[in-house]
T-cell receptor, first 112, second 116 residues
Framework: GNSVTQMEGPVTLSEEAFLTINCTYTATGYPSLFWYVQYPGEGLQLLLK?????DKGSNKGFEATYRKETTSFHLEKGSVQVSDSAVYFC???????????FGKGTMLLVSP | GAVVSQHPSRVICKSGTSVKIECRSLDFQATTMFWYRQFPKQSLMLMATSNEGSKATYEQGVEKDKFLINHASLTLSTLTVTSAHPEDSSFYIC????????????FGDGTRLSIL
């Protein structure tokens, strides 16, 4: 079956620090991979996605590269801001299906 | 971009009350809608998947008679928590996907349900 494993949080950083949130997956076939962000008290927003191996998704300074050989999709940002504080979810979707499989989420706390 | 509206955002009610939550796709036709439940500091648990005009498919362990889902049109799905009890208190989130083939779901802002 499908599964997504994320590093446990919270991840605590100072403003302008470099961010990495690890995500690895198990899936059959060639899934699409996603990062969603959830701000306090809100639903999820799509942050970025990649649909095939070696694709790089990017948005708002965040990046993640689909690595088939390591079954990973790590989220990175070169310089975080206080406003990036949120919970980040890694997810996958098998081709031909619309059901998402989520990781447990990683809370990011950025201090000034 | 695609927008999903979820209403109400917060509900506080007495035990035994039935509560209805609406999920609307505002600028696209949602052939499939999903209902999730999120416990504090945990990931989203998929409760059920509904396709317009057909019965919802519930995940294992989710009570069909407790959580009634209706997907009557391509823009609206409702979740009714029947005879709610304190253990039903949670954050419920809907999402919708259109006829886009493999594209991600678009999420509502969630409903905080508190049963006293």
């Amino acid at each position: 079956g499908n599964s997504v494993t994320q590093m446990e949080g919270p991840v605590t950083l100072s403003e302008e620090a470099f961010l990495t949130i690890n995500c690895t997956y198990t899936a059959t076939g060639y899934p699409s991979l996603f990062w969603y962000v959830q701000y306090p008290g809100e639903g999820l927003q799509l942050l970025l996605k990649a649909t095939k191996a070696d694709d790089k998704g990017s948005n708002k300074g965040f990046e993640a590269t689909y690595r088939k050989e390591t079954t990973s999709f790590h989220l990175e940002k070169g310089s975080v801001q206080v406003s990036d504080s949120a919970v980040y979810f890694c997810a996958l979707m098998n081709s031909g299906y619309s059901t998402l499989t989520f990781g447990k989420g990683t809370m990011l706390l950025v201090s000034p | 971009g695609a927008v999903v509206s979820q209403h109400p955002s917060r509900v506080i009610c007495k035990s035994g009350t039935s509560v209805k939550i609406e999920c609307r796709s505002l600028d696209f036709q949602a052939t499939t809608m999903f209902w999730y439940r999120q416990f504090p500091k945990q990931s989203l648990m998929l409760m059920a998947t509904s396709n317009e005009g057909s019965k919802a498919t519930y995940e294992q362990g989710v009570e069909k008679d407790k959580f009634l889902i209706n997907h009557a049109s391509l823009t609206l799905s409702t979740l009714t928590v029947t005879s709610a009890h304190p253990e039903d208190s949670s954050f419920y989130i809907c999402s919708a996907s259109g006829q886009e083939g493999g594209q991600p779901q678009h999420f509502g802002d969630g409903t905080r349900l508190s049963i006293l």
